[in-house]
């Protein structure tokens, strides 16, 4: 496993585009607007890795069965964030990575569904007409700071 310098974080660009599913804060630190690390298989032609911000949130990408690196990432998460770190939350692209997860990880973790939306604007303006089931809520400061999970210590990083 090699840590990539960011002058080389545009190595993994290409990866991280190529899953709908890649969260914004991985390409917040490729694009160096957020501090973070890279640590990928291959430091010429990377083809897996993984990515971690501060928060402790990660981002496995590429090709989830290079059974070299998983092992690699696999010694980096015991020795290095278990029981170590506050938060441990890993984003997963594709049923390989989650199945690696399910498999090597099911001791340490939780798996959690989270799903990911692309908003498409209408081509008209119209008004939100909701079934009784749902209430649309602004999301706001306020909202933000009441969560449990996503506290200040969270969006502070």
């Known amino acids: 496993m090699h840590c990539l310098e960011p002058k080389d974080y545009h190595k993994i660009h290409n990866i991280l585009k190529a899953s709908f599913k890649t969260p914004t804060f991985a390409f917040s630190v490729v694009n160096r607007l957020i501090q973070g690390s890279v640590y990928v298989n291959d430091s010429m032609k990377p083809t897996s890795g993984f990515l971690r911000i501060r928060a402790g949130d990660y981002y496995v990408f590429g090709q989830g069965n290079d059974l070299v690196f998983n092992n690699s990432l696999y010694r980096y998460f015991v020795e290095k964030v278990y029981g170590k770190e506050k938060r441990f939350t ?13 498999e090597t990880f099911k001791p340490y973790v939780k798996k959690m569904i989270r799903s990911k939306y692309r908003f498409v604007p209408p081509k008209v303006p119209s008004k939100y007409n909701l079934p009784d089931l749902y209430e649309l809520k602004d999301f706001n400061s306020d909202f933000l700071r009441g969560s449990e999970n996503f506290n200040e210590s969270y969006y502070m990083c």
């Open 90 to 102: 890993v984003f997963t692209p594709s049923t390989d990575w989650e199945a690696l997860f399910d």
